[in-house]
């Protein structure tokens, strides 16, 4: 017998993104050869609506694009994964949004996001109620309009439907939206703006973070520390999940990866330490590789070989 795939629900954004590789960033006023351009379907709704799906999810995904050739791809690209994309509509009066990658050498990156018609998602109540029928998660992110991200967690909640946030890019919460959320998932620049700590080296203040976002009404908080791992804190306490050390070739989409693995082993009763864990295998691939969505791992290529350091409470 074949076990139900996980439902899961993505509302958020698609990006084409341009991916410059340059050796390093340039200084303000200096002008640096690039050695590539490339256009990649990204996005971090999209890209967290792939994860989910290439972790084994039932998706569909809930957005907005343009009447355009990038609009076009990116639906593609999402369907090509069997994500559902009849959420995704296509506005006739604005562009597909679009994100400037800057890769260094170094695999870390700076992106500038046009929003586009990611900044006209409207939901219909009515719809989305239907689509979240039967969903165990609902996962989100901030680059569509707050209002809708507020909207669809009380519809979600309203249904039993767990909600998964991913407060990216940093955006003050409406105090109305804190206990909506069941798992919160942030980077460093995320916990710094959120809670004022800054914990990127230092699991002890991302476990500090973790008891400050549940203190504002957040189940289960999830600190994500780059080359370090993550930290994952509930009404249990915290543990610290280190991660394996690789050669980092690009990090776009490292965060959204880990989501989805994190969403989807949740979503198959998976304690938060184990769903971590998978995280943190999820996105110690995704690194490896250049770009967003092609970087994306499958389940058979996470569980393949690839152990992590053992946890450990804080
Ligand atoms: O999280 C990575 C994503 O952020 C990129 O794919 C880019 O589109 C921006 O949205």
Known sequence: MTETPPKVVCL???NMDLVIAVPRAPAEGETVQGDSIRYVPGGKGANQAV??????ADVSMLGRVGPDHHGQVLSEALQQDGIAVHGVLVDPEVATGVAMVMVEASGLNRIVVIAGANG?????????AQELQDAQFLIMQFE???????????VARSLGCQVVLNPSPAQTLPEALWPLVDVMIVNET???FLTGLSPDTDPKVAAEVGRQL?????SQAVVTLGALGAVATDAGGSTYHPAPQVKVVDTTAAGDTF????????????????SVDMGIKASTLCVQTMG?????????QTQQNLSVPPWMSL
């Open 259 to 274: 989501l989805g693995a994190v969403t989807v082993a949740l979503a198959s009763q998976r304690s938060l330490s184990a």
């Open 214 to 218: 549940r203190s504002k009404g957040v």
């Open 120 to 128: 006209q998602v409207c939901l219909d109540e009515a719809q989305l």
């Open 51 to 56: 994860s989910c799906a290439r972790q084994g």
């Open 292 to 300: 967003a969505q092609p970087s994306i791992p499958t389940l058979a």
């Open 144 to 154: 569509v309009p707050m209002p809708q991200v507020l909207q669809a967690a009380r």
């Open 12 to 14: 958020g954004s698609l």
């Open 190 to 192: 995320e916990a710094r």
